[in-house]
């Protein structure tokens, strides 16, 4: 926190948004695996304020990733127990000791793969982000992946394809004509976070 205050006096001067991520997100991220110890996966109220009051002495331009079960990558949900009333919980507890109703802007840190009952529970309590890089990756791929096998046949060398031995297949190898495409399959899955989100025409920050 002391490091984070330290760098967060200098952001604040040219107003440069802060957030810093209280305890660990669990799984495996870099091959380093933070599972072992799933006490440290949960946040609690008294560390989300002591951060919350270090945070204020500064500024107000700072987000918090509180840790309520998150876990890098993406994983099936019954496998791991997100408890996004943590977060309700730190809320109540900051409004106790300062008056302030719902005094921290969470971040819900690796919400690829999440039930969305948990995401709409976690914007109740005032998430106002939610990272899916996870997600976003795979409609990539799945668009890359998709085109390469409906166009296999075309893809396996420079000349020739089933429509004939001396046509080139230029068209379907060059890499602005597939990865130019993905945008379509990023853009529905960008929707679906917007949906998920409660942001759909909306763009106040607190709105």
């Given at each position: 926190m002391k490091i984070?205050?330290?760098?967060?006096?200098?952001?604040?001067?040219?107003?440069?948004?802060?957030?810093?991520?209280?305890?660990?997100?669990?799984?495996?991220?870099?091959?380093?695996?933070s599972t072992s110890d799933k006490s440290k996966m949960y946040t609690s109220p008294e560390e989300l304020y002591y951060a919350y009051s270090e945070l204020s002495k500064v500024g107000d331009n700072f987000t918090i990733a509180a840790m309520f079960g998150n876990v890098h990558w993406v994983y099936k949900p019954w496998n791991v127990e997100l408890k996004p009333e943590i977060l309700d919980q730190a809320q109540k507890y900051i409004?106790?000791?300062?008056?302030?109703?719902?005094?921290?802007?969470?971040?819900f840190h690796w919400g690829s793969g999440s039930e969305e009952e948990k995401i709409k529970q976690a914007?109740?309590?005032?998430?106002?982000?939610?990272?899916?890089?996870?997600?976003?990756?795979?409609?990539?791929?799945?668009?890359?992946?998709?085109?390469?096998?409906?166009n296999k046949?075309?893809?396996?060398?420079?000349?020739?394809?089933?429509?004939?031995?001396?046509?080139?297949?230029?068209?379907?190898?060059?890499?602005?004509?597939?990865?130019?495409?993905?945008?379509?399959?990023?853009?529905k899955r960008i929707i679906k976070a917007f949906e998920d989100l409660n942001a759909i025409g909306k763009s106040k920050f607190r709105d």
């Open positions: 984070s205050c330290k760098y967060f006096k200098e952001f604040n001067k040219i107003n440069i948004w802060l957030e810093v991520e209280i305890w660990i997100t669990g799984g495996e991220e870099e091959g380093a695996d409004e106790e000791k300062t008056g302030e109703n719902k005094a921290i802007n969470y971040v914007i109740e309590y005032w998430v106002i982000k939610m990272n899916v890089d996870t997600d976003t990756q795979w409609a990539f791929w799945e668009w890359v992946k998709e085109f390469s096998e409906k046949d075309y893809m396996q060398s420079q000349i020739w394809n089933p429509d004939g031995e001396d046509l080139p297949n230029k068209k379907y190898y060059d890499p602005r004509k597939w990865l130019a495409s993905w945008q379509e399959s990023m853009k």
